[in-house]
C-alpha cells in the first residue's frame, strides 16, 4: 500500500498537469442558424439542416481557443434507410473567440468539408430541415 501511495499521487499531478486551466470552457449548447452543437466531457452531437454527427470524448480546446474533435458525420435529406444511415468518420476543428465558436467538418471519405458553421453559446440552433 506504501508503494502505491507516491504512484498515485505522481497519476495525479500527471493528469492536472494535462488539463489547461487557461482554456476556454466549451461545454453546453452552442446555435446557429445553420447548425447546433452540444458538448459535454464524454462528448457531444451537431446537427447541420442536412446531417447529423457525434463528437468522441477526448476533445480538447487550447489557451489560444483552437478546439479539434474526432467523431462521426451522418448524411440526411431524403427517405431514411431501413439500415439507417452509414456513419463517416469526421474531424471536427475551429477557433472559440468568446461566446463565439467558428468549426468546419472534414470527412475524408467523402472528400467533403462542411462549414465554416459559426454558433454562440445558448443561442438557439438551426431549425431547418433538409427534404
Do not use: K
Not at 5 to 33: H, R, V
Amino acid at each position: 500500500m506504501q508503494r502505491l501511495l507516491p504512484l498515485a499521487s505522481l497519476a495525479l499531478l500527471a493528469a492536472l498537469g494535462c488539463s489547461d486551466p487557461a482554456a476556454p470552457e466549451l461545454t453546453g449548447i452552442w446555435g446557429g442558424p445553420e447548425a447546433t452543437l452540444v458538448l459535454a466531457a464524454p462528448g457531444g452531437t451537431v446537427e447541420y439542416a442536412c446531417g447529423s454527427g457525434t463528437i468522441e470524448a477526448g476533445w480538447g480546446v487550447g489557451q489560444n481557443g483552437d478546439w479539434t474533435a474526432s467523431g462521426q458525420y451522418f448524411a440526411g435529406g431524403g427517405p431514411v434507410p431501413s439500415e439507417g444511415r452509414p456513419p463517416h468518420a469526421a474531424t471536427y476543428a475551429g477557433t472559440v473567440r468568446g461566446d463565439v465558436l467558428t468549426f468546419r467538418v472534414s470527412i475524408p471519405d467523402l472528400a467533403a468539408v462542411l462549414g465554416p458553421f459559426r454558433v454562440r453559446r445558448g443561442a438557439p440552433g438551426a431549425s431547418e430541415m433538409c427534404l
